[in-house]
Structure formats: C-alpha cells, structure tokens
Antibody
Framework: EVQLVESGGGLVQPGGSLRLSCAASGFTFSSYEMNWVRQAPGKGLEWVSYITSGSTIYYADSVKGRFTISRDNAKNSLYLQMNSLRAEDTAVYYC???????WGQGTLVTVSS | QSVLTQPPSASGTPGQRVTISCSGSSSNIGSNYVYWYQQVPGTAPKLLMYRNNQRPSGVPDRFSGSKSGTSASLAISGLRSEDEADYYCAAWDDSLSGSWVFGGGTKLTVL
C-alpha cells in the first residue's frame, strides 16, 4: 500500500525555521517526482515545490529563496526546509507523489508570535 | 487570486448532473494536462481525474473530465450526497521557470 506520512509541523515564531519530513512507503520512492502543497486555513490548495527523480527542483514564487526541497532516496524521504517563516505561511502542508495519486495526511505549520 | 479560475460554488439535487469549469491560459491548460481533485473538508485531497479525462482506479464512472482549448470541465452525473466536497483543478504552467497552478476550488453542495 502506498503511504505518505508527513511530520515536523508545529508552532514557530515569524522569522523562524522549520523542517518538514515526508516518509514514503509502498512504492519505489527514487523513481517518482514529489511535491509539497499547502492549504491555509479555510483556503484552497497552493503548490509549493516539486522535485523530480533526478532532483531537478521548482518553487512557487511565494517561497523561492526561503524554502528548500530535498530528498533522500536511501531513506525514502522527502523534506522541506522552511526559513524566514511568515504569518502567511501558516497552513497544512501535504506531500504528494508525482502524478498526484497519493497524498499524505498533512502536517500543520502555524507561524505566530 | 488563483491562476486557474473555477466557480466558487455549485449545487445540484441527487441524481442530477453538474459541471464544474476550470479556465486557464495557453501556458497551462492550453498546453498541458489537467488534473482534478476532490477534498472532503478535514481530509487530504484525492485524485479524481488525471490527464484531462482519465479516471484512477476506484473512481466511479459518474465522474468525467474534458478539455477544450484553455478550459476544462469536470462533470458529475447521478449526483449523490457523498459527492458533497470541494473540487480543485490543476495543471503545469510553462511560463517563466515552470510551476504547478491550481484553481481556487469549487464547493459542491448536494441539496
């Protein structure tokens, strides 16, 4: 069974940092592109970042220069390093497999003083 | 302001057919596949349609997708109460350095 499990969310002050993880199982992780998508409270889905199986990377303009996506194929894991966090980064963050056919349950990031 | 434009709401009665539109541009829908997701509030999104009109395994054939030019549509026939959810469209956008773009979402109410 394909499974994606996010972790690392929590409460952080503006300007702070947080690292999200997404543990993948049930498929050959190294062969798949992976995405981070977020959803602010009561709002729609917003794509954040995308990494190909060959580690080509794309970012949304709203996070470029502040967030870094990475992957560790040996650990079947996807990461999102988030720096210089702002109130508007408050959201549930989902990891999703390329092709969009598998999503994690999400992890909540709250940026507030 | 989302790059892809969806109506904020749609509604229908059980058994009816409803259609949700998604409007984009030549750099996204006009040149790439469209994907549709269903999200019940409080849960993760679920893939409903990929590559414009392909249904993943397990998605009922009551759901269908289409694309024409820079617009796409999701149709739900034989509407059921469990179809009440938020629906989102998405596509890859070739402009600038490339990005995925989403619609703002459509809340479907089954009356």
């Amino acid at each position: 069974e394909v499974q994606l499990v996010e972790s690392g969310g929590g409460l952080v002050q503006p300007g702070g940092s947080l690292r999200l993880s997404c543990a993948a199982s049930g498929f050959t992780f190294s062969s798949y592109e992976m995405n981070w998508v977020r959803q602010a409270p009561g709002k729609g889905l917003e794509w954040v970042s995308y990494i190909t199986s060959g580690s080509t990377i794309y970012y949304a303009d709203s996070v470029k220069g502040r967030f870094t996506i990475s992957r560790d194929n040996a650990k079947n894991s996807l990461y999102l390093q988030m720096n210089s966090l702002r109130a508007e980064d408050t959201a549930v963050y989902y990891c999703a497999r390329g092709g969009w056919d598998a999503w994690g349950q999400g992890t909540l990031v709250t940026v507030s003083s | 302001q989302s790059v892809l434009t969806q109506p904020p709401s749609a509604s229908g009665t059980p058994g009816q057919r409803v259609t949700i539109s998604c409007s984009g541009s030549s750099s996204n829908i006009g040149s790439n596949y469209v994907y549709w997701y269903q999200q019940v509030p409080g849960t993760a999104p679920k893939l409903l349609m990929y590559r414009n009109n392909q249904r993943p395994s397990g998605v009922p054939d009551r759901f269908s997708g289409s694309k024409s030019g820079t617009s796409a549509s999701l149709a739900i026939s034989g509407l059921r109460s469990e179809d009440e959810a938020d629906y989102y469209c998405a596509a890859w956008d070739d402009s600038l350095s490339g990005s995925w773009v989403f619609g703002g979402g459509t809340k479907l109410t089954v009356l």
